[in-house]
């Protein structure tokens, strides 16, 4: 066989068989052209990920997927794809889905029942923080205190400042 011209190139080659068109390096650019437009294509990503759930599904997929989940690089990725803006839309759709409020419903009920929830919940009140905030909502209820609740006790409107004043002082006493 003597020497051709590359139909891309024009190099000269020497054909491997008689229908090459193209010289070595040619024929690996359009091979990896033809593949990338594959895998770009509908068919190629259809089949990609037919793939991709049948392996996911099987005993090897799922170890090499738990072990992607808790590497660096995979726990970066999910980093970012929640903080993306398609990643941010799929959460906000899952969590106003009825079964991601079920999900979470489930989920906080059994929170509030563990004993680290109530310890939680018994130190933040023991704590400065926490009393300073339960001594502000107090405060704030006594002063948002509906008129029509002292109403109910007989006071006329002109003393209702009075009585919300009284009832802070007393509070503040008792404390
Ligand atoms: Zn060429």
Request: hydrophobic share 25%; charged share 35%; net charge positive.
């Amino acid at each position: 066989m003597g020497s051709k011209c590359c139909a891309v190139c024009g190099k000269e080659f020497s054909p491997t068989n008689n229908r090459a068109k193209y010289c070595e390096y040619c024929r690996l650019c359009i091979k990896k052209d033809r593949k990338k437009a594959y895998r770009q294509s509908e068919k190629g990503k259809s089949y990609h990920k037919a793939y991709y759930k049948a392996w996911i599904q099987s005993e090897k997929g799922k170890i090499s997927d738990k072990a992607y989940r808790n590497s660096e690089k995979g726990k970066a990725v999910r980093k970012a794809y929640f903080k993306s803006e398609k990643g941010k839309a799929v959460i906000k759709s899952y969590r106003q889905s009825e079964k991601g409020k079920a999900v979470r419903k489930a989920y906080f009920k059994t929170y509030q029942q563990s004993d680290k929830y109530k310890s939680i919940i018994k130190s933040y009140r023991q704590s400065e923080k926490g009393k300073a905030t339960s001594k502000v909502s107090n405060q704030k209820k006594i002063l948002n205190m509906k008129s029509y609740y002292l109403n109910q006790l007989g006071i006329p409107p002109e003393l209702h400042d009075l009585k919300r004043a009284q009832l802070q002082l007393l509070r503040a006493c008792r404390e």
